[in-house]
């Protein structure tokens, strides 16, 4: 079983910027590991991904703010985030994924908040 825990959220000024960071328990290959959030009355929706080769995708929102990055031996994932805007204020869930004879396996964080305060 894998487990996602999440850090650094936190209270920030428009403008700001803050590092999340998951990391994944166990040594389990992972495939495709990212970024969600919601917001209060919203759905959950992607920020950003990472394929395990490193291939990036960004929410249009946060493209040229955002950064995700992965290190594989650490089975972790971050995402710097600058500019923060008070929209961008939002529960951020980690998520990867594997597949395991050929069914695919999705793992969730608990979340962290991120508040942006203008």
């Known amino acids: 079983q894998v487990q996602l825990v ?7 000024q428009a403008g700001g910027s803050l590092r999340l ?17 919601q917001a209060p ?6 920020v950003a ?4 080769g490193g291939t990036g ?6 493209k040229d703010r955002f950064t995700i990055s992965r290190d594989n031996a650490k089975n972790t994932v971050y995402l ?3 500019s923060l805007k008070p929209e961008d204020t939002a529960v951020y869930y980690c998520n990867a994924d594997r597949y395991r004879w050929g069914a695919r396996i999705l793992y969730w964080g608990q979340g962290t908040q991120v508040t942006v305060s203008s």
């Open 6 to 12: 999440e850090s650094g959220g936190g209270l920030v």
């Open 21 to 37: 960071s998951c990391a994944a328990s166990g040594s389990i290959s992972l495939n495709v590991m990212g970024w969600y959030r």
């Open 41 to 46: 009355g919203k759905q959950r929706e992607l």
């Open 49 to 52: 991904d990472i394929t395990n």
């Open 57 to 62: 995708n960004y929410a249009d929102s946060v």
């Open 80 to 82: 710097q985030m600058n």
